[in-house]
């Protein structure tokens, strides 16, 4: 109740100033409970198409759960997000933006035509693709193009099939991967040739496809034989060295041309006869003697006289031989290996190698043979082909170790964590304190009808001095005072009273 009178007492400007300070401490004290009892919000969805994103926004909203929209991402108080998780994948959300053969299952028998059904049927097998592509890790956005050629039942060949696949990845894809997109789509589509899927990136062009294959293959065997070389060399110069104390680099060429050589070789020296065959043959004449004359040539009962008879025998004789064919036929395809070429540079100081002796140039030369015919036989370099080796030694700038930091402790970790909502937490608390004991005290204890300005006497009352405001009306203030302290007011009075009545007497 003496609060309430307090209040009354008050002029108008000083109970709007009280008010002000009042509901200025209520909110401090608002800010300072929500800023401390605030839970942490967490991450629900992230990189969601706008019109999957506002499904999921306009469920939260009838839900009534707080969220905040940061970018492509969803937050959620992080004490709801499982729960909220499970409640949306109950309801088909966020659905997904492709869509596979659901789409087939408002196709209706009866008004669908063959090439409208077969449109549905190889959209929704693109879509399958899609989402399974979408499931390799790192994969962001993926489309799937079947190339299906509409022909009649009567044909009886068409063109091949093909397809493409349009990849972007938040990494490069490795050949590997891109080979397993290839066949994934081909073993899900009938008739249709791994070699005949093109994997493109939108940023970087053809990954894989028809030729592109070929081109990078001799790049890709490089790469890996040059590879193992240096694991081999690496692990045979670490257990002499130790760890850090080599370095190696295996540079690897490979033929990149196909190439076709036939030849074809012969042994004379190992001939076989094949055939043999002998022909005999005789001729018979008849004449007066066997010398040539001119009557010889006459025709015939002319100038012959009695003659006689000769025969005349032919003999020859006919060998085929069967000689060695050889013939090669050398096809050289893309990958060879032409030449390897390895520099291998060691820490001299891991060797114990003294450079101020006067034999460290000789010890030096000793090590660095040693080490080279190790690295010839271990990594299977052939000179002859024209592989070279160089092995140097020389002093590794030393790098400064990095300090070994201890783990923080729970204390610090919770320090960093909430460091910054406690300072918040205490300027809030300031701010209150100095408004509660700054301006709302000073008001509550100040005594009604009083003001700021200096006080001076008025009246005097029984010996006391009775003190208001300078320009105040005495009878108001005895009034005030007597309302105030009616028990003291009626003893002075008593006492008035007593005076009056010992006077009277006495005279």
Not at 117 to 138: C, D, S
Not at 281 to 303: H, R, Y
Not at 415 to 444: D, K, N, T, Y
């Given at each position: 109740?003496?609060?309430?009178?307090?209040?009354?007492?008050?002029s108008?400007?000083?109970?709007?100033?009280?008010?002000?300070?009042?509901?200025?401490?209520v909110?401090?004290?608002?800010?300072?409970?929500?800023g401390?009892?605030?839970?942490?919000?967490?991450?629900?969805?992230?990189?969601?198409?706008?019109?999957?994103?506002?499904?999921?926004?306009?469920?939260?909203?009838k839900?009534?759960i707080?969220y905040?929209?940061?970018?492509?991402?969803?937050f959620?108080?992080?004490?709801?997000?499982?729960e909220?998780?499970?409640?949306l994948?109950k309801?088909?959300?966020?659905?997904?933006?492709?869509?596979?053969?659901e789409?087939?299952?408002?196709?209706?028998?009866?008004?669908?035509?063959?090439?409208?059904?077969?449109?549905?049927?190889?959209?929704?097998?693109?879509?399958?693709?899609?989402?399974?592509?979408?499931?390799?890790?790192?994969?962001?956005?993926a489309?799937?193009?079947?190339?299906?050629?509409?022909?009649?039942?009567?044909?009886?060949?068409?063109?091949?099939?093909?397809?493409s696949?349009?990849?972007?990845?938040?990494?490069?894809?490795?050949?590997?991967?891109?080979?397993?997109?290839?066949?994934?789509?081909?073993?899900?589509?009938?008739?249709?040739?791994?070699?005949?899927?093109?994997?493109?990136?939108?940023a970087?062009?053809m990954?894989?496809?028809?030729?592109?294959?070929?081109?990078?293959?001799p790049?890709?065997?490089?790469?890996?034989?040059?590879?193992?070389?240096e694991?081999?060399?690496?692990?045979?110069?670490?257990?002499?060295?130790?760890?850090?104390?080599?370095?190696?680099?295996?540079?690897?060429?490979?033929?990149?041309?196909?190439?076709?050589?036939?030849?074809?070789?012969?042994d004379?020296?190992?001939?076989?006869?094949?055939?043999?065959?002998?022909?005999?043959?005789?001729?018979?004449?008849?004449?007066?003697?066997?010398?040539?004359?001119?009557?010889?040539?006459?025709?015939?009962?002319?100038?012959q006289?009695?003659?006689?008879?000769?025969?005349?025998?032919?003999?020859?004789?006919?060998?085929?031989?069967?000689?060695?064919?050889?013939?090669?036929e050398?096809?050289?395809?893309?990958?060879?290996?032409?030449?390897?070429?390895?520099?291998?540079?060691?820490?001299?100081?891991?060797?114990?190698?003294?450079?101020?002796?006067?034999?460290?140039?000789?010890?030096?030369?000793?090590?660095?043979?040693?080490?080279?015919?190790?690295?010839?036989?271990?990594?299977?370099?052939?000179?002859e082909r024209?592989d070279?080796?160089?092995?140097?030694?020389m002093?590794?700038?030393?790098?400064?170790?990095?300090?070994?930091v201890?783990?923080?402790?729970m204390v610090?970790?919770?320090?960093?964590?909430?460091?910054?909502?406690a300072?918040?937490?205490?300027?809030?608390?300031?701010v209150?304190?100095?408004?509660?004991?700054?301006?709302?005290?000073?008001?509550?204890?100040?005594?009604?009808?009083?003001?700021?300005?200096?006080l001076?006497?008025?009246q005097?009352?029984?010996?006391?001095?009775?003190?208001?405001?300078?320009?105040?009306?005495?009878?108001?203030?005895?009034?005030?005072?007597?309302?105030?302290?009616?028990d003291?007011?009626?003893?002075?009075?008593q006492s008035?009273?007593?005076?009056?009545?010992?006077?009277?007497?006495?005279?």
């Amino acid at each position: 109740m003496k609060f309430i009178e307090t209040l009354k007492g008050l002029s108008l400007t000083r109970q709007l100033a009280l008010a002000g300070a009042v509901l200025g401490v209520v909110l401090a004290m608002t800010m300072l409970v929500r800023g401390t009892v605030k839970e942490p919000m967490a991450l629900l969805y992230s990189g969601l198409e706008p019109v999957n994103a506002g499904e999921v926004i306009e469920e939260l909203d009838k839900r009534g759960i707080n969220y905040e929209i940061k970018g492509e991402s969803i937050f959620i108080p992080r004490g709801d997000r499982d729960e909220v998780r499970f409640a949306l994948a109950k309801d088909g959300l966020p659905q997904q933006s492709v869509k596979g053969y659901e789409l087939l299952d408002d196709v209706n028998g009866f008004s669908v035509t063959s090439e409208m059904y077969n449109a549905k049927y190889w959209q929704a097998k693109e879509g399958e693709l899609t989402r399974t592509i979408l499931a390799i890790p790192g994969v962001q956005s993926a489309r799937v193009h079947i190339g299906a050629s509409l022909q009649s039942g009567f044909t009886r060949s068409g063109p091949p099939q093909t397809a493409s696949v349009s990849v972007s990845a938040a990494h490069d894809l490795t050949p590997q991967q891109a080979q397993a997109i290839q066949y994934m789509v081909a073993l899900a589509v009938s008739g249709l040739a791994a070699e005949d899927v093109a994997v493109i990136d939108p940023a970087k062009g053809m990954i894989a496809g028809p030729d592109v294959e070929k081109a990078q293959q001799p790049t890709v065997v490089a790469e890996d034989k040059a590879g193992q070389i240096e694991s081999k060399i690496m692990r045979l110069l670490e257990a002499r060295v130790g760890p850090g104390n080599a370095r190696v680099s295996v540079s690897v060429d490979v033929t990149r041309q196909r190439q076709r050589v036939s030849e074809v070789t012969y042994d004379p020296e190992s001939r076989v006869v094949r055939n043999r065959s002998i022909n005999d043959s005789s001729e018979t004449s008849n004449g007066s003697n066997a010398s040539v004359s001119v009557a010889s040539n006459l025709p015939a009962g002319e100038g012959q006289g009695g003659g006689s008879s000769s025969t005349i025998r032919n003999s020859s004789e006919s060998v085929s031989y069967e000689v060695n064919e050889r013939r090669t036929e050398t096809e050289m395809l893309p990958g060879e290996i032409e030449k390897v070429s390895v520099a291998v540079l060691l820490n001299q100081g891991a060797l114990d190698i003294d450079p101020a002796s006067a034999n460290a140039g000789t010890i030096s030369q000793g090590i660095i043979n040693d080490f080279e015919a190790l690295i010839l036989s271990g990594a299977g370099l052939d000179t002859e082909r024209g592989d070279k080796l160089t092995v140097e030694l020389m002093p590794f700038q030393e790098v400064p170790a990095p300090e070994m930091v201890e783990a923080p402790g729970m204390v610090e970790t919770l320090i960093e964590r909430h460091l910054w909502s406690a300072v918040q937490a205490g300027l809030l608390g300031l701010v209150v304190v100095a408004l509660g004991f700054g301006v709302i005290r000073p008001l509550l204890t100040q005594k009604a009808g009083a003001t700021s300005t200096e006080l001076v006497p008025t009246q005097s009352i029984d010996g006391e001095i009775v003190s208001g405001d300078e320009g105040t009306d005495p009878f108001d203030f005895l009034k005030d005072y007597t309302r105030e302290r009616q028990d003291e007011t009626a003893a002075l009075l008593q006492s008035w009273l007593d005076e009056d009545r010992k006077v009277a007497v006495n005279e």
